[in-house]
């Protein structure tokens, strides 16, 4: 807004795929693991998984050592991680599926972090999410040596027949060049904790 003050901007946050055509929007930006859409888009950089819990409810419960001491847990479940009701590990090569029996199931990361923050169990959020309570150690890892098995990339939408629209190109390079090569969040973490992610 401030490189551009003539330009107006109607964001619209939504946790659904909107149809670009039908319903006016110029770009998505979206989180998925689908690589079959009808538009044309620019990879902004992969979206990486914690498996996290609050220090409170560790201290209550015990820090799981493997993935299957979760079944002994309060698991809060974002949907598009559970599928089949398992939750999926990667160590190395090897990839471990538990399944959890949900204590919560929500669409809205932001709202399984609240649950997280509040005590209410382990959840598997995006690292864009959780980063600062992680970085604030309101938030602990859970199972740091594994990865979420489950890959997702953010893009950002577009009909090509838009891509010479210089607002568009002008929005698409600002978020690509304000995400980088390597997420912000994700290099919070890493220099707080001294760990990939």
């Not at 659904?16 to 770009?27: G, K, P, S, T, W």
């Not at 669409?107 to 169990?121: D, Y």
């Not at 978020?175 to 760990?195: R, S, T, Y």
Request: proline share 6%; with cysteine.
């Amino acid at each position: 807004m401030e490189a551009h003050p003539h330009v107006t901007i109607v964001l619209s946050l939504d946790d659904r795929f909107v149809n670009l055509a039908e319903e006016q929007f110029d770009v998505a930006v979206r989180v998925t693991a689908a690589s079959d859409w009808g538009y044309a888009a620019r990879n902004l950089g992969p979206i990486r998984w914690v498996y996290c819990a609050s220090p409170r409810y560790l201290e209550a419960r015990g820090e799981p050592l493997r993935p299957s001491d979760l079944v002994n847990h309060r698991c809060l479940a974002y949907p598009a991680m559970m599928p089949n009701g398992l939750w999926s590990f990667r160590r190395d090569d090897q990839v471990e599926e538990i399944k959890i029996n949900p204590a919560m199931i929500c669409n809205s990361s932001s709202a399984i972090l609240q649950a997280v923050l509040s005590g209410q169990g382990i959840a598997c959020l995006p690292t864009y999410v959780a980063s600062k309570s992680i970085v604030a150690k309101e938030v602990s890892l859970v199972l740091p040596q594994y990865r979420a098995a489950m890959s997702h990339t953010l893009y950002a939408m577009y009909f090509k027949s838009k891509h010479g629209n210089p607002v568009i190109r002008s929005f698409l390079d600002f978020i690509a060049g304000e995400i980088g090569d390597k997420a912000p969040w994700d290099m919070e973490i890493e220099h707080a904790l001294g760990v990939a992610v």
